[in-house]
């Protein structure tokens, strides 16, 4: 028995190649609109990026502009000059505000019994009070004892001395270098020490 | 005649426009949609660097403004330190500075027996500096009261040195003899 299909125009399933076309369709559809979709959204914001790009460029250069006339008025030159002003302003109060009964404070208790104090000069250094002290003594161990003293303190650092030499009656007179942690005056300075109260 | 073939034939009139469509769509995709969306990326980070170079201007302004109140505060403060603590001239400053140190020793029970002032101008300042060796004779208790007193006045005195001896003269019983090297400031007059 032979089997084969004589028609010219045999069938075929429409229904499916109907529904393939309807499925390219709406692909094509929906794509299309996608398209449209992202290109009005795309725009937009281009559009809005680019404007706030040059909204902020503008303000930028603006302000850049501000700046630099702000900046000229206040020249390097000047700056530095003013800087050097206040940096002496600020070393010759630290002078004046330098507490000497602070200091005789510390010295009443810390000269030892036959070491005479004889000047005492300060100099302000970047900050730090350098104390030039000037004695005369007997006995040259009590330079060490003064130092000793002064470092017990913690009010002294840096002690040395600086100068020591024998003079014509046999004593010695030396000069000791120390930094020394400034303190305001104290209210009650003119409470006589022991010192005080021997003489 | 193939079956494709055949399909083709009998749906072209849906077949090539929707072909047309959908080659349109892709086109567009392509060749329009992803350039954009580049572009807009582009756009969007130039904006995003325009907001940084905004922010970095800003700061800079307020740098710059910084810099500017800080000198005009400066400026000020000097000025009231130039006007309003340093004596006006080197007549006013040994006048007043005598005269203070004058009431003091004796408020301070000390004898005061001399200064001399002279001045100098400051190197690389605008201001000058009074300056004098001021002696005095009395008691430590009574020199200690009178530092302090120095310490605590409105004037504008600096202490710069402080010497002591014994002092010989008659009568001087366990009197000191002190000289204060005391300096003042004012501004120069070429310097205002």
């Given at each position: 028995m032979l089997k084969g299909n004589l028609s010219t125009r045999p069938f075929y399933n429409e229904r499916l190649v109907t529904m393939a076309l309807a499925a390219i369709a709406i692909a094509a559809v929906l794509?299309?609109?996608?398209?449209?979709?992202?290109?009005?959204?795309?725009?937009?914001?281009?559009s809005s990026a680019l404007a706030k790009a040059e909204a902020n460029e503008r303000e930028a250069a603006r302000i850049r502009g501000q700046a630099q006339a702000l900046q000229q008025a206040v020249d390097r030159p000047t700056l530095t000059r003013l800087a050097n002003y206040t940096r002496e302003a600020n070393t010759l109060i630290e002078q004046r505000t330098f507490s000497w009964t602070g200091v005789f404070g510390h010295l009443e208790k810390?000269?030892?019994v036959d070491v005479r104090l004889v000047s005492i000069s300060p100099t302000?250094?970047?900050?730090?009070?350098r104390l030039s002290l000037g004695i005369?003594?007997?006995?040259?161990?009590?330079?060490?004892?003064?130092?000793?003293?002064?470092?017990?303190?913690?009010a002294?650092?840096?002690?040395?001395?600086?100068?020591?030499?024998?003079?014509?009656?046999?004593?010695?007179?030396?000069?000791?270098?120390?930094?020394?942690?400034?303190?305001?005056?104290?209210?009650?300075?003119?409470?006589?020490?022991?010192?005080?109260?021997?003489? | 005649m193939s079956l494709w073939a055949r399909v083709y034939e009998e749906r072209r009139r849906v077949i090539v426009p929707l072909v047309i469509?959908?080659?349109?769509?892709?086109?567009?995709?392509?060749?329009?949609?992803?350039?954009?969306?580049?572009?807009?990326?582009?756009?969007?980070?130039?904006?995003?660097?325009?907001?940084?170079g905004l922010a970095n201007a800003?700061?800079?302004?307020?740098?710059?403004?910084?810099?500017?109140?800080?000198?005009?505060?400066?400026?000020?403060?000097?000025?009231?330190?130039?006007?309003?603590?340093?004596?006006?001239?080197?007549?006013?400053?040994?006048?007043?500075?005598?005269?203070?140190?004058?009431?003091?020793a004796r408020e301070a029970g000390l004898e005061f027996k001399a200064s001399?002032?002279?001045w100098d101008v400051v190197r690389d300042s605008r201001l000058s500096r009074a300056f004098s060796t001021v002696t005095l004779v009395g008691k430590y208790p009574n020199i200690r009261r009178f530092l302090y007193a120095v310490e605590t006045a409105s004037e504008f005195i600096v202490i710069e040195k402080v010497s002591v001896a014994e002092s010989t003269g008659q009568g001087s019983g366990g009197n000191l003899e002190v000289s204060l090297g005391v300096a003042t400031y004012f501004l120069s007059p070429s310097g205002q």
């Open positions: 794509l299309t609109g996608y398209d449209v979709r992202r290109l009005i959204e795309l725009s937009g914001r281009r810390t000269l030892p302000v250094v970047k900050g730090t009070t005369i003594l007997r006995d040259l161990n009590d330079v060490s004892a003064f130092i000793d003293n002064l470092n017990a303190t913690g002294f650092y840096d002690v040395g001395p600086t100068e020591q030499r024998q003079q014509e009656d046999g004593s010695f007179a030396a000069r000791i270098e120390a930094s020394y942690r400034s303190e305001r005056p104290a209210p009650a300075a003119a409470v006589p020490s022991d010192r005080e109260k021997q003489q | 469509l959908a080659a349109i769509s892709v086109a567009t995709l392509l060749l329009a949609v992803w350039p954009l969306q580049r572009s807009v990326t582009n756009s969007e980070n130039a904006a995003l660097e325009a907001m940084v800003r700061r800079f302004e307020r740098q710059a403004r910084e810099a500017a109140d800080s000198k005009r505060r400066a400026d000020t403060e000097l000025q009231a330190f130039y006007t309003d603590v340093l004596p006006r001239d080197f007549a006013t400053a040994t006048k007043t500075t005598t005269q203070w140190l004058q009431v003091a001399h002032f002279d």
